[in-house]
């Protein structure tokens, strides 16, 4: 549960989250008619599983066209075999450490009438799987194979044991349609009209796209699990942040799940738009070079030593620039930590308080002293002049040239490089920085500690371990936590460790701030995969406006 | 019909020889071409290869960039890196809303900007063409994209009588009748056409009123002066003619500004256009995209001012035959 | 001297104040001076045009853009009027062929929208340090120059002090450096003075678009756009460098059509 501050006041809301026997709105008798306009920042141009790019437009509007097996429940843990609730699949069972058995809801139809059978989904597995196809191999690596066992049956084999093999396998996977599919060349998919009209499983179904505009679905009243409170859903292609705002601001917009805190009063100070506080699964640090800036072969000469990492860390105001960057209140966490993972820590993230006292002991028993009084401290002869790495967005330039100013303050001079998205991730990869602004998406699952900060990662080229973090320490502790039932003693032993070795300066583990226009009730937006519960929303009766009918 | 085929040839030359300009320069920039293309995404090699090949970056510069113009002519401009969808699709659904705020902003500018300018002209001692001239002086050194930005603070979100942004209403139930449509897509128009003919207009209009000035000390209108013919004939018979002859030549310097506009208007209004195409591809750093987007301006560019020196010929018989 | 030309100069000299004073006199435009309490403050006696999202002072801010802004125009108009020069006194100076072609490419040159040719440079070079920048941009502007310079250098060929110097013996590359470059110079005065203006309008768009000096530096463009999503919180952050870029345009503007009064009193 979480708070949901309105323009009255805080309240507690109740939001009913996404559960496959929620109440059928069918059911009430009248329909009522309604329009979600959101914006989205780009085309959703092939919005089908496996198929296109997946960027975040294209995935939002495949959320509500193609089933996932199963969703997550409130609380988001992604451990053991009932972490999810029943979706597409009506229930499963395990056979053995590496099998197991879904059953699909016999109720589901595709959108042109035929039945969902366990058929589409081993076909769709080789769409998944075919690399020429499906670009992310690397999110379905830990299944072997997927296939039909009976009508509805689905068997699934992993590679290996695990503790989320419920949760990579149904949440990650949306079946597509055999049927209609079979006959054409894999390759063809792509280019061909089911991918122009793609016809799913979901609440909504395809109306129509116009490119550069608009993608429009329509409820599908014959949704298993009863019909959509919403009549109709518009994605909106508003590359502009500035011009999302506008529309948002002018009306235009129904609901926006990142609301720029500078902006917050300005959408606050309007009647029809509430605020919603979620939790998110994102987070932002400054992650230290454990190599040299420009030779990967040889140490970092700032960042192999602890002293200084902790240093850095301390004489940033954390918590004051997350609040500037992501809004009030927002939590700052010590290690590796969305807050989908507060459940870690007993529900809430903590992090030290500033000390620029203890920074500036730190850093000069650790030999950096300002021998020439230029403001900058050096050692050897060597200035601490670090080279700083972000991407152009307007958060992480924030938090850049916040940190850079309070690192003034501390005698060390950081230079700032930004660059567009795709450069950043480059030098991202490639190492090529003292100090990155990264930020992260994490998964649900705390297991992708493994492949952001273990030493397996900092030896493998291309991961995410990009500073190459190296504590076999804390890998121990995440061994341990992979291999036990989940106790989340384990899981907080290895934050712990993560806190006390400052492999980066962690900034904020931001909440998604929504403004979601008045008219809606029961109006859940989720962490991860924000409309996976569009198809609960609806409108309170007698608030419809113009666009609604 | 020779010159016809003079100035056609003539527009097709420059257009080629830009399109190759800007094909050598992303070939020959510091770095592999191939990685200047690819901008940092993440590809396999199968698909580094497929890019190698339908670029040419293999290849010795001639050969690639040859190769280039031949799949320019089938129609081909490549794959946009950000979408993973052909360049000249994504162009095609781009092009017409481009083309309905450029030809209205080139109309309003040739009527209004130079009816205004012959005015001025006309009256250059009066104190509306002193305040006409200072306007056209701060429009002209007005940015597009921080008139938009005014303009927008103050009609769409202050006194929200215009939308901020967009096309036209799409959420109109599809029953609504013609005027509902109509008023919608004016009032999308409203703020990007206005801020286009702001940003512009001070060409034409100083252009014009320069010519008739010139115009207005001529021996012949003088006489017409003296004669007693009325001042509004002496400006329709006498001024208007004459100084449209710089228009044409002031097309060539025109219509690439309108396209300066275009990027900065569009991007700001988000216009689905060419103009906050290339804006966004700029900054996904897409550099196909880019490229097709900037030949695709360079081509209407040129047959722009093609157009215009060729309807000109046809209302002028003067310049028939030259 | 009209009251135009007394206003462009009196801009001039505010801004060129602005530019070589102000940095010297006002706070780092980089310090953060309160982000807790301090951001988006409206102007006040402490910051005469109120501070950034970053707490930053604007009037600080504004006049080292000010030095970034100017700087870069200035640079980049220079560029374009030695490239303009030496392409136009080749092309009105050289004699067939030569001559044809570099006509051509002053055509070709003006005929492509400078910010496209622009935007794919600047996008495939990536981030690019402020005087490779300025490079760029003059290195785009050189046909207008150039078309100029051919022209002048065409109708002074044949001029009478040009013709007595042939007649002289003097030899061909003399007669150009010493008699026909001076006298095409005063409407290269003029054509690099209204330069100014575009040269700053563009940059400011480039940085517009994000493809300018990187952060933390203070372009008026880079200004613009790190204000525009809280315009209407805090105005002023818009207000502030958008005036200037219109007063230093302005400037230029009127200047150059007084310029262009004094230098060329025939030409329209």
């Given at each position: 549960m979480w708070q949901a501050v309105s323009r009255s006041g805080a309240r507690l809301l109740m939001l009913a989250l996404a559960s496959g026997v929620a109440a059928s709105l069918g059911a009430q008798g009248t329909r009522v008619p309604g329009t979600v306009v959101i914006g989205t920042v780009g085309d959703p141009s092939l919005p089908v599983p496996y198929l296109g790019t997946m960027n975040t437009q294209n995935a939002d509007v495949g959320d509500q066209l193609f089933l996932r097996l199963g969703v997550l429940k409130p609380g988001f843990r992604t451990t053991g075999d009932d972490a999810l609730a029943p979706m597409l699949a009506r229930s499963w069972k395990r056979v053995d450490s590496l099998t197991l058995l879904f059953e699909l809801d016999p109720r589901v139809r595709w959108h042109d009438g035929a039945p969902v059978t366990a058929h589409d989904a081993a076909f769709t597995w080789s769409i998944a799987h075919n690399?020429?196809?499906?670009?992310?191999?690397?999110?379905?690596?830990s299944i072997a194979s997927v296939e039909e066992a009976g009508p509805r049956?689905?068997?699934?084999?992993?590679?290996?044991?695990?503790?989320?093999?419920?949760?990579?396998?149904?949440?990650?996977?949306?079946?597509?349609?055999s049927h209609l599919l079979e006959k054409m060349a894999p390759e063809a998919i792509a280019a061909s009209e089911f991918a122009a009209h793609p016809v799913g499983n979901g609440p909504f179904r395809w109306s129509r796209r116009i490119p550069g505009q608009l993608v429009e679905l329509l409820a599908d009243s014959a949704f298993f699990a009863g019909r959509p409170g919403i009549a109709r859903v518009i994605f909106r292609v508003v590359p502009d942040a500035s011009a999302r705002l506008n529309l948002l601001l002018s009306g235009e917009l129904d609901v926006m799940d990142n609301v720029p805190p500078a902006n917050l009063p300005q959408v606050t100070a309007l009647p029809s738009f509430r605020i919603a506080r979620l939790p998110g699964n994102a987070i932002a640090y400054a992650v230290f070079n454990q190599r040299s800036a420009s030779d990967s072969g040889t140490p970092n000469r700032f960042f192999t030593d602890l002293r200084v990492r902790e240093a850095l860390t301390l004489a940033l105001d954390r918590r004051t620039m997350a609040g500037l960057v992501y809004g009030p209140g927002t939590a700052v966490p010590d290690a590796a930590q969305s807050l989908l993972w507060s459940w870690i820590t007993g529900g809430t993230i903590r992090s030290a308080p500033p000390n620029l006292a203890k920074a500036r002991a730190l850093l000069a028993a650790a030999g950096w002293r300002d021998t020439d009084g230029d403001g900058v401290l050096d050692r050897g002869g060597v200035a601490f002049r670090v080279s700083v790495i972000y991407p152009d967005s307007p958060t992480r330039t924030k938090l850049a040239v916040q940190s850079q100013a309070m690192w003034k303050a501390l005698g060390v001079a950081a230079d700032l490089h930004s660059f567009p998205g795709p450069q950043w991730q480059e030098r991202h990869f490639r190492g090529e920085f003292d100090i990155d602004f990264a930020g992260a998406n994490q998964d649900a699952s705390p297991l992708s500690l493994i492949e952001a900060w273990s030493c397996a990662s900092a030896r493998r080229p291309g991961s995410l371990n990009v500073a190459r973090w190296c504590d076999p320490a804390f890998d121990q502790l995440l061994t341990k936590a992979v291999a036990g039932r989940g106790a989340v003693a384990d899981w907080r032993a290895v934050l712990d460790r993560m806190t006390s070795q400052h492999p980066a300066a962690f900034l904020a583990s931001p909440a998604i701030v929504a403004a979601i226009h008045q008219r809606y009730e029961n109006a859940p937006i989720l962490p991860a995969r924000q409309w996976l519960a569009l198809w609960q929303w609806r409108i309170r009766p007698g608030a419809a406006i113009a666009r609604d009918r | 019909m020779r010159w016809l085929l003079r100035r056609g040839?003539?527009?097709?030359?420059?257009?080629?020889?830009?399109?190759?300009?800007?094909?050598?320069?992303?070939?020959?920039?510091?770095?592999?071409?191939?990685?200047?293309?690819?901008g940092d995404r993440e590809t396999d090699p199968a698909t580094r290869a497929a890019l190698a090949a339908s670029w040419g970056t293999d290849r010795p510069l001639y050969s690639a960039v040859g190769h280039y113009l031949a799949a320019l002519v089938r129609g081909d401009f490549g794959v946009a890196m950000s979408e993973n969808r052909p360049v000249a699709t994504i162009l095609l659904e781009r092009l017409w809303p481009t083309m309905l705020l450029g030809g209205l902003t080139l109309l309003i500018d040739f009527t209004c900007g130079l009816a205004l300018g012959l005015w001025s002209a006309l009256h250059p001692e009066s104190w509306r063409a002193r305040v006409l001239g200072g306007l056209t002086v701060v429009g002209y050194a007005l940015p597009s994209f921080v008139l938009g930005m005014v303009l927008v603070w103050l009609f769409a979100l202050e006194f929200r009588w215009l939308p901020p942004a967009g096309l036209l209403d799409q959420t109109l139930p599809l029953d609504a009748s013609l005027w509902v449509r109509m008023a919608d897509r004016l009032t999308h128009l409203a703020l990007p056409l206005a801020t286009m003919v702001l940003a512009t207009i001070a060409v034409p209009f100083r252009q014009q009123r320069a010519a008739a000035l010139a115009t207005a000390t001529q021996p012949w209108v003088l006489a017409a002066r003296a004669r007693g013919v009325a001042p509004a004939a002496i400006a329709w018979r006498h001024c208007w003619r004459p100084a449209l002859t710089p228009i044409v030549t002031l097309l060539g310097l025109w219509l690439p500004m309108l396209v300066g506009g275009a990027v900065f208007v569009e991007m700001l209004f988000d216009w689905p256009g060419i103009g906050s195409l290339i804006a966004q591809a700029t900054a996904s750093r897409d550099i196909p995209l880019v490229l097709g987007a900037g030949v695709l301006l360079i081509v209407m560019v040129q047959a722009g001012s093609l157009l215009a020196d060729l309807l000109y010929r046809l209302v002028d018989p003067t310049q028939r035959d030259r | 001297m009209t009251t135009q030309t007394k206003f462009g100069l009196g801009l001039l000299a505010l801004l060129t104040l602005l530019a070589v004073v102000g940095p010297l006199v006002a706070a780092d435009p980089n310090a953060q001076r309160d982000l807790l309490n301090g951001t988006l403050q409206p102007p006040s006696l402490a910051h005469l045009l109120g501070t950034d999202e970053f707490s930053r002072d604007v009037f600080s801010r504004l006049a080292s853009g000010a030095r970034i802004s100017l700087g870069v125009a200035v640079v980049a108009v220079a560029v374009a009027a030695f490239l303009g020069m030496v392409i136009g006194l080749a092309a009105g100076a050289s004699d067939g062929g030569l001559s044809g072609l570099l006509r051509r490419c002053i055509d070709i040159g003006l005929a492509v929208p400078r910010i496209v040719v622009l935007l794919v440079l600047l996008s495939a070079i990536g981030t690019v340090p402020m005087w490779l920048f300025a490079l760029v941009l003059g290195a785009t502007g050189w046909p207008a120059m150039a078309r100029l310079i051919r022209g002048e250098t065409l109708r002074l060929r044949h001029a009478q002090f040009v013709a007595a110097a042939r007649a002289l013996g003097a030899p061909e590359v003399r007669i150009l450096w010493r008699e026909i470059l001076p006298g095409a110079l005063p409407p290269v005065l003029v054509a690099a003075t209204l330069g100014v203006a575009d040269a700053m309008l563009l940059e400011a768009g480039l940085s517009f678009l994000g493809l300018g000096a990187p952060p933390p530096a203070a372009s008026w463009g880079g200004m613009l756009l790190e204000s525009r999503s809280v315009m209407a919180v805090a105005p002023w952050?818009?207000?502030?460098?958008?005036?200037?870029?219109?007063?230093?345009t302005s400037a230029a503007t009127l200047l150059g059509d007084a310029l262009r009064r004094r230098l060329q009193p025939d030409a329209k």
């Open positions: 690399p020429k196809i499906n670009e992310n191999q690397a999110a379905i690596e049956t689905v068997r699934v084999r992993f590679r290996r044991a695990f503790q989320e093999q419920v949760y990579r396998f149904a949440f990650d996977f949306q079946p597509l349609p | 040839a003539d527009a097709f030359l420059t257009a080629l020889v830009a399109v190759v300009l800007l094909a050598v320069v992303v070939h020959l920039l510091p770095g592999d071409p191939l990685a200047v293309i690819i | 952050l818009v207000l502030a460098p958008g005036l200037a870029l219109v007063a230093a």
